[in-house]
């Protein structure tokens, strides 16, 4: 059983530069999340979904766009990267039910130069 | 002010040591409480949950107040591999989704 895998590990852009984050889960939960974490700052959350086609915006959410056509992928997208984008990006998911935590990824680690 | 806050720390103590933690969350309406623990440039795993009765696994003891609205975390017998940094985590409401809210963690060094 995987988890929550995120892909892809690491990556370097250039500002202006666009990409792509994928978290893919396979425990069937209903709710997905991005944060980025940065030194000081804890983890803030940017996007999150409670569902298959459902999106909503967090507490950091410009410069970033999100999808979920499938309940198990949560997308995070950077259409123009810039360099206060430099971060630890995590996807977390959790079931609908109780008061569970979540399970993380294991993070992407951006830069951009 | 923050949702969430924590002592950052660090906290350098002996192995063998109590150690204790403490956050304070700013929204009375916050319904789970969970302490996370995040090894360096690792993802953060879920600890403990804190229940409205205090709650016990092995060395490790969580306390929740409410009407000061705190959350604890205590440590015994400290072990070399509790080294890492300590998140203090609320659920901020009862809406629909249930995001967590992460304090900026509390960091553990114990040493030899």
């Known amino acids: 059983n995987a988890g929550v895998t995120q892909t892809p590990k690491f990556r370097v852009l250039k500002t202006g530069q666009s990409m792509t984050l994928l978290c893919a889960q396979d425990?069937?939960?209903?709710?997905m999340y991005w944060y980025r974490q940065d030194p000081g700052m804890g983890l803030r959350l940017i996007h999150y979904s409670v569902g298959e086609g459902t999106t909503a915006k967090g507490e950091v959410p410009d410069g970033y766009n999100v999808s979920r056509l499938k309940k198990q992928n949560f997308l995070l997208g950077l259409e123009s990267a810039a360099p206060s984008q430099t971060s630890v990006y995590f996807c977390a998911s959790r079931p609908s039910d109780g008061y569970y935590g979540y399970t993380f990824g294991s993070g992407t680690r951006l830069t951009v130069v | 002010r923050k949702e969430v806050e924590q002592d950052p720390g660090p906290f350098n103590v002996p192995e063998g040591a109590t150690v204790a933690f403490n956050c304070t969350y700013s929204n009375s309406a916050s319904q789970s409480f969970f302490w996370y623990r995040q090894d360096c440039r690792k993802e953060p795993k879920l600890l403990m949950s804190?229940?409205?009765s205090g709650n016990e696994d092995g060395r490790f003891t969580a306390q929740l107040n409410r009407a000061s609205q705190y959350i604890s975390l205590l440590i015994r017998d400290s072990k070399l591999s509790d080294s890492a940094t300590y998140l203090c985590?609320?659920?901020?409401?009862?809406?629909?989704?249930?995001?967590?809210?992460f304090g900026s963690g509390t960091q553990l060094t114990v040493l030899p």
């Open positions: 425990m069937n939960h209903e709710y």
């Open positions: 804190v229940y409205s």
């Open positions: 985590v609320v659920t901020p409401h009862s809406g629909s989704a249930r995001q967590l809210t």
